[in-house]
T-cell receptor, first 111, second 115 residues
């Protein structure tokens, strides 16, 4: 997991509530990424950020929002507009050139 | 965009045998191919990667080969051990388009090493 932390490890929310997942890195990486993983499936990109104060939508951005106010932090908000939010959420960081390194993940359950 | 297919989805081998996982990609412009190992309930860990100017790369018991002409790459694990049991993901990264440098992942292979 290197210098990437995600909190909390498990998160439970009621349907209709917004929830924010934390991701922090101390690797001095410029780029940060959020992925979603569903059981038995690969990773799908939600949002990514190449530099502070800039971010781009990935393949499945609907119902999610992000901010990048600091180089070290890239929080993800799962809004009530996300129709199927229960999943394992993974944050990653990298130099923006090649390698990406992942955090330990947050398992979100919405009931 | 890039499309990555990974096979097989599950693989069981006897301890000490070799395991091979194969991936194909669609975009001939892709130039970086990492492999990740994910243990249950944890984040993926980068175990080896290869760039398009290299055909093979080894790191102890693991190796990756790349065939750019056929657009496929493979992960080879020799002398498998029970601790190699995990889900393995391949990925491919496209050359930058604007500011985009993204990884596209395969669907994963559940490797089980039987003692």
């Amino acid at each position: 997991d290197g210098g990437i932390t995600q909190s909390p490890k498990y998160l439970f929310r009621k349907e209709g509530q917004n929830v924010t997942l934390s991701c922090e890195q101390n690797l001095n990486h410029d780029a940060m990424y959020w992925y979603r993983q569903d059981p038995g499936q690969g990773l799908r990109l939600i949002y990514y950020s190449q530099i502070v104060n800039d971010f781009q939508k990935g393949d499945i951005a609907e119902g999610y929002s992000v901010s990048r106010e600091k180089k070290e932090s890239f929080p993800l908000t799962v809004t009530s507009a996300q129709k199927n939010p229960t999943a394992f959420y993974l944050c990653a960081s990298g130099t923006g050139i090649h390698e990406q390194y992942f955090g330990p993940g947050t398992r979100l359950t919405v009931t | 965009g890039e499309n990555v297919e990974q096979h097989p989805s599950t693989l069981s081998v006897q301890e000490g045998d070799s395991a091979v996982i194969k991936c194909t990609y669609s975009d001939s412009a892709s130039n970086y191919f990492p492999w990740y190992k994910q243990e249950l309930g944890k984040g993926p860990q980068l175990i080896i990667d290869i760039r398009s100017n290299v055909g093979e790369k080894k790191d102890q018991r693991i190796a990756v080969t790349l065939n750019k002409t056929a657009k496929h790459f493979s992960l080879h694990i020799t002398e498998t051990q029970p601790e190699d049991s995990a889900v393995y993901f391949c990925a491919a990264k496209e050359r930058p388009s604007g500011s985009a440098r993204q990884l596209t992942f395969g669907s994963g292979t559940q490797l089980t090493v039987l003692p």
